[in-house]
């Protein structure tokens, strides 16, 4: 038996042993985690850094589940351009956390879910911005800025 028969044989008994013990397979692979947080979380961020596609395509799917909402876009619908559409900003991948550079997300009409041609990817700050106000929203506080930026007394 070669060496890649004898991996694909343990990965056949170990996927065999999980369907028989799923909750004890969950709670061991809870008390690791417990046990691992700091390696965990490093091995987490390493895939994301590597991979902020699969990243921000993961969290929408996890979303769109938890709000009831339709998901059917597939990996290639999300493309990280260099810049900001909105704020002109360079998008920066691969740093700890979310900071306004941060590539996010966005679903366009928020009531589509995440569904071919309704999502676009912004920096953090824009969909911060944007967050749930509808356009109406949107102009009325740009209105009020510009007039009072340019001393204008509002009507």
């Not at 987490?44 to 850094?49: K, P, Q």
């Not at 979310?98 to 999502?119: C, K, M, Q, W």
């Not at 824009?126 to 800025?145: G, H, Q, S």
Request: hydrophobic share 40%; proline share 5%.
């Amino acid at each position: 038996m070669t060496q890649v028969e004898r991996r694909a044989a343990a990965a056949a008994a170990s996927r065999r042993y999980y369907h028989r013990n799923p909750e004890r397979c969950k709670a061991a692979r809870r008390l690791w985690y417990a046990k691992n947080r700091k390696v965990a979380n490093e091995i987490g961020l390493r895939s994301h850094h590597k991979d902020p596609v699969r990243k921000l395509f993961n969290l929408a799917r996890d979303r769109a589940k938890k709000r009831g909402l339709a998901f059917s876009i597939t990996h290639d619908d999300v493309v990280i351009p260099a810049r900001c559409p909105v704020l002109g900003i360079v998008l920066a991948k691969g740093r700890r956390g979310f900071h306004d550079a941060s590539p996010t997300l966005d679903r366009i009409e928020n009531a589509r879910g995440y569904v071919p041609g309704n999502v676009i990817v912004v920096s953090w700050r824009a969909n911060r911005i944007k967050c749930d106000a509808t356009l109406v929203e949107l102009r009325v506080v740009a209105d009020f800025y510009s007039h009072l930026i340019n001393g204008k007394a509002r009507p």
